[in-house]
């Protein structure tokens, strides 16, 4: 029976893949629009792609060195850097995959708005759904099938874990480099654009529109599919070692009498069973008769959860001897997500109080809309961590510290639903940049606007729904991390780790821990800040010596702009990148495993606060300044056509808001999981 069900995961997978192929073979065969619409999705296909290919090849070069080094220095090496490598490789074409897509979807959803609302959601989301259920299906497929390649059996669970760091550090790199490119094309874009000159987003006239188009994909889309492939696989992964651990009689199950047998392969079935009903949710999304653009998808998000919440029950009751703690642990993590979409919509939706006092705020100038930004995004830190909280204690009292592995492989089974709500936001951005640049009628733009706005919200909930997963996943690689130190010191006969608030090296890991994440957000921040410098620069020296660029009787140089921040993400993301994976191994060898614990301990803290704060203030900021141009407060121009100073306040908080949401925040994410990672599987060394 348990070699059946070994390879139901790596089947699952496979299955996944070809739905999402299905769903490419619907989209590529639609109309492409008329010839300048294409010419203008080429132009941020070819930026896109030439990004992406220079960024892959400079992670490379980190990737190779640090597969020789494991392979040299650990114990079972071999594997750990063959794990390592395919991770790499799947993650890097998890964001290869769904920026593909993406910059193929735009145009397609662009001339679907020409027939209506209803056609360009259904080309968007599925364009989106092609990301999350290929990003779940490889994650799945990738970590099982090295899983049965390595063995299959509790021992040859810890060879795995190079397929984890592999994925955290591609992550990592795509976070950060992603990040970097769309933000400091995105800022710089408007603050001359829109702030200076005056005209609209997406005006073929700015120099610096095609590099913020391109920059949509290679943040919002091939990062985020990168990020989500690790978050997926770190976080299945951190419930297959504490599986082991119960296997082997290392830690128990409360209230389990036998059955424990199948504690590793129970996350992949979850996860199996999760890309199934994903799929099946993906269908259900469809413009209803309320004409909701949310409720339509969050109609396939309830189908995916209530089918996922039936099947994980019989799964328990077939693998699990129907332990109903396990049972209560998965419907923690699927109820999480529950409650972190809600909350991430409250703080970051048009509709709600947050963003619209944050328009309010933007009367007086744009030092009050920052303020009350500030203030919102802190706010919003609050309940999400009551949430998690919640859920770490009942499932920790329904099935120990595996239930919490349990709850947090629940709520990443259902990754490829949430995605596809996240991935359609890159889609929609793009449409109605290349309905603007075409010069399409108004009655498009009145299509593809409303679904840009749910597209800021959709991304927001689901790196609130990211950020919560790593802290569940976090903490049980936190716990695989204590005990296994823990085995070694017995092992050696060196007594056990003890972390205690009165030991000074506990203190200090905690201090150097919590302080990463704050380090880390300021190169980021300030990346962006000088990458948007020179874009700013570059576009202001066009309009000066470029004559006829205003009137439109002179093209701009889109490429210089696409150039410029190309390099400078490039070079900005090494700094921030070696932070992550060094800060770890130079605590572990100086102050010893017991500094490194805390380390932990802190960084998984205040970087899940600093993220949440940064994503949910960011995406509040953006849909304030959204709210008022849609006619709210003025609007973008006053009666008399003047420029609206309420908008000009609102445009300086989102240029704020724009890197927390997009570079510094989700790339906290990976940053926790690289430096668990890290952690877990250099112990030997550090004892």
């Known amino acids: 029976m348990l070699d059946f069900l070994l390879y139901l995961p790596p089947l699952a997978g496979i299955i996944g893949l070809v739905f999402a192929a299905c769903l490419i073979r619907y989209i590529l065969r639609l109309d492409t ?15 896109a792609m030439a990004y992406l290919n220079r960024q892959y090849k400079t992670i490379a070069i980190i990737a190779v060195v640090i597969a020789i080094l494991l392979a040299v220095a650990l114990p079972n090496g071999l594997e750990i850097a063959i794990g390592f490598s395919i991770g790499a490789f799947m993650s890097a074409a998890a964001g290869y995959l769904g920026m593909n897509i993406s910059v193929r979807s735009n145009v397609r959803c662009a001339n679907a708005a020409k027939k209506g609302l209803g056609e360009a959601l259904n080309v968007a989301f599925r364009g989106g759904a092609v990301t999350g259920i290929s990003v779940a299906s490889l994650a799945l497929l990738g970590i099982s099938g090295l899983y049965i390649l390595f063995g299959g059996t509790y021992q040859d669970v810890g060879k795995v874990v190079g397929f984890g760091f592999g994925a955290s550090l591609i992550s990592l790199f795509a976070r950060i480099g992603g990040g970097i490119y769309t933000k400091a094309a995105d800022v710089g874009t408007d603050l001359v654009g829109k702030v ?38 770190v976080t299945a992964l951190s419930a297959m070692l504490l599986g082991a651990l119960v296997i082997g009689g290392k830690i128990d199950i409360p209230g389990m009498v036998g059955g424990s047998g199948n504690a590793i392969i129970y996350p992949l079935i979850l996860g199996s069973a999760a890309i199934i009903a994903s799929m099946i949710g993906v269908l259900f999304v469809k413009l209803g008769k309320d004409r909701g653009i949310m409720n339509a998808m969050y109609r396939g998000v309830l189908v995916s959860g209530i089918l996922s919440a039936v099947l994980f029950y019989f799964i328990t009751l077939n693998l699990m001897n129907g332990h109903i703690g396990l049972y209560i642990s998965a419907l923690v993590g699927l109820l999480v997500t529950t409650a972190m979409v809600i909350i991430t919509e409250y703080y970051t939706s048009t509709k709600f109080k947050p963003v619209k006092d944050i328009a309010h705020a933007s009367i007086t ?65 793009n449409a109605g940049g290349i309905a603007e640049m075409a010069e399409l009628p108004k009655e498009v733009r009145d299509v593809t606007d409303p679904l840009d706005a749910v597209g800021n919200t959709t991304k927001a909930v689901t790196k609130g729904y990211a950020i919560a997963s790593a802290a569940l996943g976090a903490l049980a690689l936190y716990a695989t991390y204590t005990i296994e130190v823990d085995n070694i010191l017995a092992e050696r006969g060196l007594g056990k780790l003890v972390l205690e608030l009165s030991d000074p090296l ?77 800060a770890p191994i130079l605590v572990g060898f100086i102050l010893g495993p017991v500094a490194l614990g805390g380390l932990l301990m802190g960084v998984i803290i205040s970087g899940l606060l600093l993220a949440l704060q940064m994503c949910t203030g960011g995406a509040a900021w953006d849909n304030a300044k959204k709210y008022i141009e849609s006619g709210n407060l003025g609007g973008k121009r006053l009666a008399d056509g003047s420029k609206n100073p309420t908008h000009a306040a609102a445009v300086v908080g989102d240029t704020v808001g724009d890197p927390s949401k997009d570079t510094a925040g989700p790339a906290l994410n990976p940053l926790i999981k690289v430096v668990n990672m890290i952690a877990i599987l250099l112990i030997p060394l550090f004892i």
């Open 196 to 233: 200076e000159a005056g005209i609209p987003e997406d005006d073929p006239r700015n120099p610096g529109v095609i590099a913020d188009n391109v920059g949509d994909n290679v943040g919002d889309c091939a990062g985020m599919a990168a990020d989500l492939f690790e978050t997926y696989a």
């Open 506 to 582: 506990v203190l200090v890991g905690l201090f150097i821990g919590g302080m990463i994440p704050f380090l880390f957000t300021s190169f980021l921040m300030n990346a962006v800040g000088r990458a948007a410098f020179h874009i700013v620069e570059e576009i202001r020296r066009q309009f000066r010596e470029i004559k006829g660029i205003m009137d439109g009787t002179a093209k701009p140089e889109y490429g210089r702009c696409v150039d410029i921040v190309t390099i400078a993400a490039q070079r900005e993301m090494i700094v921030p990148g070696l932070l992550a994976v060094l």
């Open 33 to 47: 629009g008329t010839e300048k619409m294409r010419f203008i999705a080429n132009a941020i296909q070819e930026g």
């Open 365 to 429: 100038g744009p030092g009050t809309n920052v303020i009350t930004g500030m203030a919102v995004g802190l706010q919003s830190t609050a309940l999400p961590v009551i949430v998690i909280s919640a859920g770490i204690l009942v499932s920790y009292y329904s099935a120990g510290l595996y239930g919490i592995a349990i709850a947090a492989a629940a709520m990443l089974s259902v990754t490829g639903i949430i995605i596809a709500i996240d991935a359609y936001g890159p889609i929609t951005d």
